[in-house]
């Protein structure tokens, strides 16, 4: 299990959630969305609102990773890195790897 009940409760917790991809150019591109939900023991998912660039980028290479960070209850946060895909409105990313930030 890579997603631990810690980082459930920070991914909870996180008032903004940070993606980021990369071009076919070898660009990252980093956009920030709202909220994302846990769906599954190491997947999340999030909401397409726009996300032309991001979902093009996932089409392309499908490793993203992902950023959740919060000071409820002290600072704590996570980076998160996996695999991508899009799924009818909705971005699912499923992680390999969870590294502690703070």
Known sequence: MIITDEIKNVVTKSPFIS??????KGEPH???VGKG??????????GIYKMEKTQQNIKNNDIMQVVVA???GGPKGFRLTGK???????????????????
């Open 70 to 72: 919060t000071t409820e």
């Open 37 to 46: 939900e846990i769906v599954d023991e190491d997947m999340l998912s999030f």
């Open 84 to 102: 991508a895909c899009i799924r009818d409105s909705s971005v699912l990313f499923k992680a390999d790897k969870a590294e502690p930030m703070i």
């Open 19 to 24: 993606i980021t991809t990369m071009s076919p």
């Open 30 to 32: 980093m956009i920030v």
